[in-house]
């Protein structure tokens, strides 16, 4: 495959930043071993950058990031690609918008996976973040594109970039790889937060419509 110039660019330019964001899912303990893993897609080009399968964090480098089409092909990497990769090229193809997707099992939100229970928006970060509750996709078996359909059904009408898949962990999207991170990042937090809460008695749900008022201020007042 002939690639320009700028697509070239690009591609090295991402897997700088996938590598680095790796990072960031040690540095909030969302992920333990070689589990979990950050993708980007590649602007102008139907193809993604994604970590390699079973690699210590502290091996990644730019370098051995692997480039894949969106059918989960490997164009460019000496190693195989992570085991989530059919499944987030689903979501590229499905979700134009989507520019980066995240997989963890960070140990709260997992757990309220394992229960098959959407997180409820009883705080205002999570009203600002996600727009409602974080809900729960289908359970799925890794290695194809099951997650990936699982995922895109549940988020497709949802305000959530986060969805707990049952059974399996968090995936979380955004409009760029650091976005995606960010999501998955406030997911573990509200879902410890909310999971504390409960020990101590029932968190008082914020009301639909101040919910759609604290989002809407956030994602588009809050900040520079």
């Known amino acids: 495959m002939t690639l320009t110039q700028d697509v070239q660019d690009t591609i090295l330019r991402l897997r700088r930043e996938v590598c680095a964001l790796h990072a960031e899912l040690t540095r909030y303990e969302l992920v333990v071993w070689t589990a979990g893993n950050v993708s980007a897609r590649v602007p102008g080009a139907d193809m993604m950058v994604i970590k390699p399968s079973g690699v210590s964090y502290d091996d990644l480098t730019p370098d051995n990031m692997v480039v894949t089409d969106l059918d989960g092909t490997v164009l460019e990497g000496q190693l195989a690609p992570s085991s989530d990769t059919a499944a987030q090229a689903y979501v590229y193809r499905h979700l134009p918008e989507v520019g980066g997707v995240v997989h963890t099992h960070?140990?709260?939100?997992?757990?309220?996976?394992?229960r098959a229970e959407p997180i409820p928006c009883v705080l205002t970060m999570m009203a600002d973040e996600f727009g409602g509750e974080i809900p729960v996709g289908p359970f799925a078996l890794i290695g194809d594109d099951s997650i990936g359909r699982g995922i895109v059904d549940t988020l497709r009408d949802s305000s959530s970039p986060a969805v707990l898949m049952q059974n399996h962990g968090v995936?979380?999207?955004?409009?760029?790889?650091?976005?995606?991170?960010?999501a998955a990042v406030m997911c573990e937090d509200v879902a410890r937060t909310t999971h504390i809460a409960r020990q101590l008695g029932e968190p008082v749900p914020i009301r639909p419509d101040q919910i759609a008022s604290l989002f809407d201020r956030y994602q588009n007042a809050y900040g520079q």
């Open 106 to 114: 960070s140990t709260y939100a997992t757990a309220w996976a394992s």
């Open 171 to 182: 995936f979380a999207i955004g409009k760029d790889a650091r976005s995606a991170v960010k």
